[in-house]
């Protein structure tokens, strides 16, 4: 048995230490294990078939949140929530994290519950928090005016972020912030079905899709969300500070609207 093997065998005694811990988890950690200790010998299948003792069944993730590793998360899971109404009741008072403590509003989302268009932001910042609406600062003004240009009006696609509530000093939410509140996120995509998700920014990007790319290296090119065509772009917050990059982000919104059968004349 390597040094992994015995760290597993170890957990699976407990079974306590083994709550929440999905198969994905232990792959990824495996793989994480593995990449750091290039000395560790990889068991071959063989070896593993022949284990004495089944691995004991695992109880269920109690949780709807994403299983952090280093860097990777699994895939995370919908909030409970039967429709987007209740799920917004719930998010009003949601305290699963710290930054419920310090919000004015929460922000759950807002446009046409069955938009074919889904944009996703990172979270509130202080405009959004004091409005308890998404993106209604200097970003959502430019975030109007993409929408616009794109040939879409507000009211019928629908905004969202990774986390409900503002991060203070408009810092990147944690991943244990994003994985307690990103469950709500998949419920809305689960609920509203859109035909194309915009992602803006890396933030959504790492949540959702698990990637880890920077924006810049994401943007541009179609990537899949459960089936759905998601298109990463740069945030409007990034674009009002590099006005040079907003000719790619005309671009990536461009293949979007080519999605809909629309081009810009
Ligand atoms: N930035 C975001 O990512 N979301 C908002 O709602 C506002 C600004």
Redesign the pocket.
Same mark, same amino acid.
Not at 30 to 49: I, W, Y
């Given at each position: 048995m390597d040094l992994f093997e015995q760290l597993l065998a170890a957990a699976r005694k407990d079974r306590n230490a083994m709550r929440g811990v999905t198969p994905e988890l232990l792959t990824a950690l495996e793989q994480s294990f593995r990449q750091g200790n290039t000395s560790a010998p990889v068991p071959q299948r063989t070896a593993v078939a022949a284990r004495p003792e089944p691995a004991p069944a695992l109880e269920p993730v109690p949780e709807p949140a994403l299983q952090k590793t280093a860097q990777t998360f699994a895939a995370p899971a919908a909030a409970d929530g039967s429709s987007l109404e209740e799920m917004a009741e719930t998010v009003r008072t949601c305290a699963r994290c710290e930054l419920g403590r310090h919000r004015q509003n929460a922000?759950f989302g807002e446009g046409d519950p069955h938009a074919e268009l889904m944009f996703i %932001?990172? %979270? @509130?910042?202080a405009?959004?928090d004091r409005q308890g609406r @998404?993106?209604? %600062?200097k $970003?959502?003004q430019l975030l109007d005016k993409m929408i616009a240009a794109m040939q879409f009006r507000r009211a019928e696609v629908y905004?969202a972020?990774?986390v409900k509530c503002r991060p203070p000093d408009n810092r990147t939410p944690t991943p244990e912030e994003a994985c307690l509140c990103i469950g709500y996120l998949v419920r809305q995509i689960e609920l509203i079905r859109p035909k194309v998700i915009v992602l803006? %920014?890396a933030?959504a990007a790492h949540f959702l899709l698990n990637r880890q790319e920077g924006i810049t290296r994401l943007r541009g090119r179609w990537l899949e969300y459960n089936g759905i065509p998601v298109m990463p772009t740069y945030? @409007? $917050?990034y674009l009002l500070r590099q006005e040079s990059a907003k000719r790619d982000a005309w671009h990536d919104l461009q293949l979007v609207m080519a999605k809909f059968g629309k081009s810009y004349r």
């Amino acid at each position: 048995m390597d040094l992994f093997e015995q760290l597993l065998a170890a957990a699976r005694k407990d079974r306590n230490a083994m709550r929440g811990v999905t198969p994905e988890l232990l792959t990824a950690l495996e793989q994480s294990f593995r990449q750091g200790n290039t000395s560790a010998p990889v068991p071959q299948r063989t070896a593993v078939a022949a284990r004495p003792e089944p691995a004991p069944a695992l109880e269920p993730v109690p949780e709807p949140a994403l299983q952090k590793t280093a860097q990777t998360f699994a895939a995370p899971a919908a909030a409970d929530g039967s429709s987007l109404e209740e799920m917004a009741e719930t998010v009003r008072t949601c305290a699963r994290c710290e930054l419920g403590r310090h919000r004015q509003n929460a922000v759950f989302g807002e446009g046409d519950p069955h938009a074919e268009l889904m944009f996703i %932001g990172e %979270g @509130p910042g202080a405009d959004e928090d004091r409005q308890g609406r @998404p993106f209604v %600062g200097k $970003a959502g003004q430019l975030l109007d005016k993409m929408i616009a240009a794109m040939q879409f009006r507000r009211a019928e696609v629908y905004i969202a972020n990774v986390v409900k509530c503002r991060p203070p000093d408009n810092r990147t939410p944690t991943p244990e912030e994003a994985c307690l509140c990103i469950g709500y996120l998949v419920r809305q995509i689960e609920l509203i079905r859109p035909k194309v998700i915009v992602l803006l %920014g890396a933030t959504a990007a790492h949540f959702l899709l698990n990637r880890q790319e920077g924006i810049t290296r994401l943007r541009g090119r179609w990537l899949e969300y459960n089936g759905i065509p998601v298109m990463p772009t740069y945030h @409007p $917050a990034y674009l009002l500070r590099q006005e040079s990059a907003k000719r790619d982000a005309w671009h990536d919104l461009q293949l979007v609207m080519a999605k809909f059968g629309k081009s810009y004349r």
